[in-house]
């Protein structure tokens, strides 16, 4: 909702926001009576509120300058039910990404405001895929085509990467990707300090499939971003049991400056 960047979260100002509106509503009689919520939550979050049925507005004429004249803001049934639910996240707003999604969840709360709410979407789990993984990895104008069993961990996926393009080992890394549900997953360096990790993670556990992009972030000091995109998911074979280099094309950027390089300039 709203900007990204944001310390606190637009979900924990929206919660915030709704004890401060009486149940006769909050009124603005001036300008500047509104300028808080100009701020905390911010007029962007207000007017998603209202778009979705949490809260109503009642506009005023807006006078030169001054933009978007706001005379009250009056909570909505919708919106006290749905509220009501996310107020135990606490202070911070905050949502822990559930792999498990189980969808209907909030059913038995919103049924009283959608009665023909009778089926939930039901997604089947997604297991582990066998087979051997076809990447190709770029970098500026170069590319590395690898091959890796199921079996073997994001690890070894990370280190057949450094290898193929000339890179040490000596720096942390976190690959990042989109699941089927458009969360972003990141799974790291086994010395980060959150899980999870990528010696722990099995390459057919990601549940990607053929197209799918990961980005791997290596050296957060220079931040050597690596697109690695899974082209295919082949049969298992017996003769690749470990990460392979299959094809490799254009020049791997210089990781470090030389001295001499230094010098030169």
Not at 18 to 46: A, M, T
Not at 102 to 122: A, D, M, R, T, V
Not at 151 to 157: A, E, M, R, S, V
Not at 163 to 181: G, I, N, P, Q, T
Request: with cysteine; charged share 25%; hydrophobic share 35%.
């Amino acid at each position: 909702m709203g900007e990204h960047q944001d310390s606190f979260g637009n979900l924990f100002r929206c919660i915030q926001l709704w004890p401060r509106v009486p149940d006769k509503g909050l009124k603005f009689p001036k300008y500047e009576d509104q300028h808080n919520i100009s701020y905390y939550p911010g007029l962007h979050n207000i007017a998603l509120l209202e778009l979705f049925g949490l809260l109503s507005i009642k506009q005023g004429k807006p006078q030169e300058g001054k933009g978007w004249r706001i005379t009250s803001l009056q909570r909505l049934p919708f919106g006290d039910a749905l509220l009501q639910l996310l107020f135990p996240l606490g202070i911070r707003g905050e949502l822990q990404d559930d792999v498990n999604v189980n969808f209907g969840k909030l059913q038995s709360h919103l049924q009283p405001f959608f009665p023909e709410w009778e089926h939930n979407l039901f997604v089947l789990q997604q297991g582990f895929t066998e087979g051997i993984y076809i990447f190709k990895v770029s970098i500026s104008h170069a590319w590395r085509r690898i091959a890796i069993p199921a079996k073997k961990t994001l690890g070894w996926l990370a280190e057949t990467i450094l290898d193929a393009f000339d890179f040490d080992y000596d720096h942390l890394y976190e690959f990042s990707y989109k699941d089927r549900f458009g969360r972003i997953i990141k799974i790291g360096h086994p010395y980060m300090e959150t899980p999870p990790f990528a010696d722990q993670v099995q390459i057919g556990d990601l549940s990607l499939e053929a197209g799918a992009k990961m980005t791997y972030l290596y050296d957060f000091g220079d931040n050597w971003k690596f697109d690695v995109q899974l082209e295919a998911i082949n049969q298992p074979d017996n003769k690749i049991k470990k990460p392979k280099i299959l094809e490799v094309h254009g020049n791997a950027p210089q990781q470090y400056w030389s001295e001499d390089e230094n010098e030169g300039e």
